[in-house]
């Protein structure tokens, strides 16, 4: 089963319904999408600091990844690192800006976790409640999309908007990402809604897996109806604020991008950062690795209520050992902890973040390249880490 995601690479899907243990058996999906020197600052050179220090030089002695900005939690104790080297030949460092991409949904979904402790909203109410116009088209056998199945990506919406499935087929991955660019640049929030009226269901809602860019922006505004206020600003003062990001933006600007990591695929190609367009929600934040550790900081937390709900399990067993949060990936493994996990792919930068709460563990991976097999070493560098802290 595959997804097109114009800021994201989910790799997991293909094997989502035949394999239990799919947790990360990753297809190779688009290509757009999709050394070893460098500075290293940990705040521990202890035995899990020195294997989490081995084994990004030995990722990077590959050679396909450039350079890694490397964040690791255990038990309170915190190790980073930069390492390899950016296009402009330094390293990373605690300033570099990514574009964390996907990784954005998890802010979309804790908003939504706010308005759900807020009252304001039930996670299988109409969406529609909450739209400007009457859409008539958004509902299957008299079954509406609901909250639940935006964050689970089965509302059955089209991968983004505008949508132009063609540009698809037999497509030059390495111009690919310029013309999903040159569609959405500026594109607005009366366009989004004016597409939103061209949808046609084919099923019900919650019951197809099909990864929405969509979907995620529609929650988002859905949001901004809510609490009469933009995106950029709930994420500010409900998530930003209390965690002290203060290095974590909505968009790119001309006071940030001389931060921003330039990305590349796996050709040393540069790719273009994100058009610039009214709707964020789907992939719109860019952060620093320290920031990202005070957000991984956030999502251990099993006593915050926002959490709590963020991470409860909505496919109810549905896919057996594979689970969904508010846009967070989850895997049961028995009597081990459950990993909350999700991945974010620029079209030149690649990002990996696993989340155990239950051990107080937490990994977040991020590198200026984007290709097929990216997110796939990312992730069985997560669970090496991870499986050496235990």
């Not at 039930?122 to 999309?145: A, C, H, T």
Request: with cysteine.
């Amino acid at each position: 089963m595959k997804s097109i995601d114009s800021c994201n690479i989910q790799f997991f899907q293909s094997s989502f319904r035949e394999n239990r243990t799919m947790e990360l058996k990753l297809s190779s999906l688009l290509l757009f999408l999709l050394t070893f020197s460098g500075v290293v600052s940990c705040q521990s050179q202890d035995n899990l600091g020195n294997f989490i220090s081995n084994e990004c030089d030995s990722l990077l002695r590959n050679g396909e990844i450039k350079s890694l900005s490397v964040g690791v939690i255990k038990n309170g104790k915190i190790y980073k690192f930069h390492k390899g080297k950016l296009t402009n030949g330094k390293s990373p460092s605690k300033h570099t800006l990514y574009e964390i991409a996907s990784l954005t949904k998890t802010f979309t979904g804790t908003l939504l976790a706010k308005a759900i402790l807020d009252k304001k909203v039930g996670l299988d109410d109409d969406i529609r409640k909450y739209l400007p116009e009457s859409y008539p088209n958004l509902e299957f056998n008299g079954q509406p999309i609901t909250f639940r199945s935006l964050v689970t990506h089965t509302s059955g919406l089209p991968n983004m908007f505008p949508n132009r499935p063609e540009i698809f087929e037999n497509p030059d991955w390495d111009e690919l990402p310029f013309r999903i660019n040159e569609l959405q640049t500026g594109f607005t929030e009366k366009q989004f809604l004016e597409e939103l009226h061209q949808v046609k269901l084919d099923t019900v809602s919650g019951y197809k897996f099909s990864y929405s860019n969509s979907g995620a922006n529609l929650l988002g505004l859905c949001l901004e109806r809510m609490y009469k206020n933009p995106y950029e600003d709930l994420v500010k003062n409900h998530i930003l604020k209390p965690l002290e990001m203060e290095n974590t933006y909505v968009g790119i600007s001309n006071n940030n991008s001389q931060f921003l990591a330039k990305g590349l695929n796996v050709k040393g190609i540069e790719m273009p950062a994100r058009a610039e367009k009214e709707l964020n929600a789907e992939g719109g934040i860019i952060s620093t690795l320290d920031d990202m550790i005070k957000y991984m900081q956030f999502g251990l937390d099993t006593n915050n209520p926002l959490i709590q709900i963020s991470h409860q399990e909505l496919f109810d067993g549905k896919y057996g050992d594979f689970e969904n949060g508010l846009f967070w990936q989850i895997f049961k493994n028995g009597e081990k902890a459950r990993k909350i996990f999700q991945n974010g792919g620029a079209f030149g930068t690649s990002s990996w973040m696993t989340l155990l709460p239950e051990t107080n563990t937490g990994v977040f991976i991020i590198t200026n390249v984007s290709g097929p097999e990216v997110h796939q070493k990312l992730s069985i560098l997560a669970d090496k880490i991870i499986e050496h802290a235990e």
